[in-house]
């Protein structure tokens, strides 16, 4: 039961374009999101991160939306530059309970910015 | 260096052998996690601990493995009687209490474990 998904394994961007990584969710007692980027051989570094009470989360050139009613959350990058290429993992936390923290991932979309 | 560490970076190990994984969390951090990642998979969550309490463990985590974190500091994760299966990168991470309903965890460099 994958309750985040990442549809998209790849995707590939010119240096200076936009970059729109996408992820959907079917539990709907997720209520914080994270986007967490991974080089080859280290543990995933966070990015950004936003909480079901907004729609919209900006730090720099990450910006992350979020969609409650279609359960979809996007992380735009503008402007992409090559040091942005590794792969990216959307993370979703649920409310209460004893699971409180404990994260889901979800299978991560390699992210190529070209020169 | 105040991140998350961990130890040791790779091991190679034969089946049927026990290893051992430490984790130092940011200081001040109570909270502490394990997460196994495999080629092509996100992380999947294994346990938690508040403090030295492990409040929960994921379905994932079999007999073979235990973790530890005795006073509320670093942790160990073993796996007795290592399998093929057990390959992976385990991956552990801390964050601060929860005061707010921000509760960002940060990941160490991991461990990568091959079983031959």
């Known amino acids: 039961d994958q309750q985040v998904k990442q549809n998209s394994p790849s995707l590939s961007v010119q240096e200076g374009r936009i970059s729109i990584l996408n992820c959907d969710y079917t539990?709907?007692?997720?209520?914080?999101f994270l986007w967490y980027k991974k080089y080859p051989a280290e543990g995933p570094t966070f990015l950004i991160s936003i909480s079901s009470i907004k729609d919209k989360n900006e730090d720099g050139r990450f910006t992350v939306f979020l969609n409650k009613s279609a359960k979809h959350l996007s992380l735009h990058i503008v402007p992409s530059q090559p040091g942005d290429s590794a792969v990216y993992f959307c993370a979703a936390r649920a409310a209460g309970g004893t699971s409180y923290g404990k994260l889901t991932f979800g299978q991560g979309t390699i992210l190529t910015v070209h020169p | 260096d105040t991140g998350v560490s961990q130890n040791p970076r790779h091991k190679i190990t034969k089946r049927g052998q026990n290893v051992t994984f430490r984790c130092d969390p940011i200081s001040e951090h109570n909270r502490l996690y394990w997460y196994r990642q495999t080629l092509g998979q996100g992380p999947e969550f294994l346990t938690y601990f508040q403090n030295e309490a492990q409040l929960e463990k994921s379905r994932l985590l079999s007999d073979r493995f235990s973790a530890e974190r005795p006073k509320g500091s670093f942790s160990t994760l073993e796996i007795q009687r290592t399998e093929q299966g057990d390959s992976a990168m385990y991956l552990c991470?801390?964050?601060?209490?929860?005061?707010?309903?921000?509760?960002?965890?940060?990941f160490g460099p991991g461990t990568r474990l091959t079983v031959l």
């Open positions: 539990n709907s007692m997720f209520d914080y």
């Open positions: 991470a801390s964050s601060r209490p929860p005061g707010g309903i921000t509760d960002t965890q940060y």
